[in-house]
């Protein structure tokens, strides 16, 4: 089936430090989504990008839609032990057949070191 | 207000046994759809809902099927468990088609015995 490629697996970073994630993908995707999974918990969505190339802030986070609409990346800034977690980015293909299907990532483990 | 919910939120059932999933939507949400979740693996589309029709399926055998009621809330059943069906089961709305900003519940986790 169709995959997200999403790097890195993980990250240890100390406190204050940035960090910054991507997802590629084979194929063209007209949403690219940002989520944050807690342990226990569902995913909460961080940020939705509709738009190739549209660049969007949700305070110290920060995702972009690539121009050729196979990619995406997250950027948080000065990171806080609360940003701890595992991210994952989604996209949704065009297509009367991908409806309401929403394809993951296979998310990115973040460890913030006080 | 209440976000989506998901009952139960642990069970435990034994191979070949039968499971349903609960999930009651954001108030105002049409459309539900059914992920599952394995240990270190991004969700897995299983179905969609919308107006209480299926309008998407994700590649996911018989064995699983659902339903949505006409207040929106929707059932995820599965059959004839197998030990590979032991994961996190996850809910998600959204008001309807064109709006992508799903909303998830915690999940369910079942583990099969």
């Known amino acids: 089936g169709q995959q997200l490629n999403q790097s890195p697996q993980s990250m240890f970073i100390q406190e204050g430090e940035d960090v910054s994630m991507n997802c590629t993908s084979s194929s063209i995707f007209n949403t690219w989504l940002w989520y944050k999974q807690d342990p226990g918990e569902g995913p909460v969505l961080l940020i939705a990008l509709y738009k190739a190339g549209e660049l969007t802030s949700n305070g110290r986070l920060t995702a972009q839609f690539g121009i050729t609409r196979k990619d995406s990346f997250l950027n948080i800034s000065a990171s806080i032990p609360s940003d701890v977690g595992i991210y994952f980015c989604?996209?949704?293909?065009?297509?009367?057949?991908?409806?309401?299907?929403?394809?993951f990532g296979q998310g990115t483990i973040l460890t913030v070191h006080p | 207000d209440a976000g989506v919910t998901q009952s139960p939120t642990h069970l435990i059932k034994t191979r070949g046994q039968h499971v349903t999933l609960r999930c009651s939507p954001i108030?105002?949400?049409?459309?539900v759809s059914w992920y599952q979740q394995v240990l270190g693996q991004g969700p897995q589309f299983i179905f969609q809902?919308?107006?209480?029709?299926?309008?998407g399926r994700g590649n996911f055998p018989d064995r699983f099927s659902a339903r949505q009621f006409p207040n929106y809330s929707s059932e995820l059943n599965v059959n004839a468990l197998l030990l590979g069906d032991s994961a996190l089961y996850l809910c998600a709305s959204t008001a309807g088609p064109g709006d992508y900003g799903y909303t998830f519940g915690s999940g369910t986790r079942l583990t099969v015995v």
């Open positions: 989604a996209g949704h293909l065009p297509g009367g057949t991908s409806y309401g299907k929403l394809t």
């Open positions: 809902y919308y107006e209480k029709e299926e309008r």
């Open positions: 108030s105002g949400h049409k459309s």
